[in-house]
């Protein structure tokens, strides 16, 4: 799975040259950092891809499609894990049987 996200990570949302890739991670490490040092919990990969799309959206070269997709994913995850969580919660507590 950590090969599909870093491929599509790298080659699927944007082109850019390496001074921009560059700025997308200097970017990356400083939010992080930042909210690491504020203790603020933030996805890296998260705080990256926002850095991607905003180099494409700058540079015109965003893959919308892709882009789409990615943050389809990220608002499906939430609902998804939640009921997931309350289905095993009520299972493992025996209220379903």
């Known amino acids: 799975m950590a090969r ?3 491929e599509t990570m790298s080659h699927q949302i944007t082109s850019m040259n390496d001074g921009q890739a560059l700025s997308a991670n200097l970017v990356t490490s400083v939010i992080v950092l930042g909210a690491s040092r504020l203790g603020l ?8 891809c926002g850095a991607l799309f905003g180099i494409g959206a700058v540079n015109k070269t965003a893959h919308w499609n892709s ?7 990220w608002v499906i995850t939430l609902p998804v ?3 997931l969580g309350l289905l095993f919660f009520n299972l ?5 049987s």
Do not use: D, E, W, Y
């Not at 919990?41 to 990256?48: A, D, E, G, K, R």
């Not at 882009?67 to 994913?73: A, E, R, T």
């Open 4 to 6: 599909k996200v870093a």
């Open 81 to 83: 894990a939640a009921l």
């Open 92 to 96: 493992f507590n025996g209220r379903i």
């Open 67 to 73: 882009i789409l997709k990615i943050f389809l994913s």
């Open 41 to 48: 919990p933030v996805s890296t990969t998260h705080v990256s």
